[in-house]
């Protein structure tokens, strides 16, 4: 077994992810030795963002979430969180803007 190098500590989450993203975790972590962790009462890291929209927009979603009975906020993120699986899945729609390339 080859001997692990140890993981720094780090300033921040920003820290910590920047390293993860470059670093080889099979260098730090023996992951023969991983176990499945069920974590039920884990929550995303969320950030808010200010996105603008048009009004009329934002009177369909509010009706569409309505007829849900859900927030308009969370519907919001059911259609994107279907749009991007689908976008990394390669089925969008060919006319689309989001496959279109810009110069």
């Known amino acids: 077994m080859k001997r692990l190098k140890k993981i720094p500590k780090f300033k921040d989450e920003d820290a910590e992810r920047d390293f993860w993203s470059k670093a080889d975790?099979?260098?730090?972590?023996?992951?023969?030795?991983?176990?499945?962790?069920?974590?039920?009462?884990?929550?995303?890291?969320?950030?808010?963002?200010?996105?603008?929209?048009?009004?009329?927009?934002?009177?369909?979603?509010?009706l569409l979430a309505n007829q849900r009975d859900v927030p308009y906020q969370s519907l919001l993120k059911v259609f994107l969180a279907e749009r991007?699986?689908?976008?990394?899945?390669?089925?969008s729609d060919e006319g689309s803007l989001s496959r279109r390339r810009t110069g």
């Open 25 to 62: 975790s099979t260098e730090y972590i023996d992951w023969s030795r991983a176990q499945k962790l069920v974590l039920p009462n884990f929550r995303l890291t969320l950030r808010t963002i200010s996105l603008r929209l048009p009004e009329s927009m934002i009177a369909e979603l509010k």
């Open 84 to 91: 991007i699986k689908q976008e990394r899945a390669g089925r």
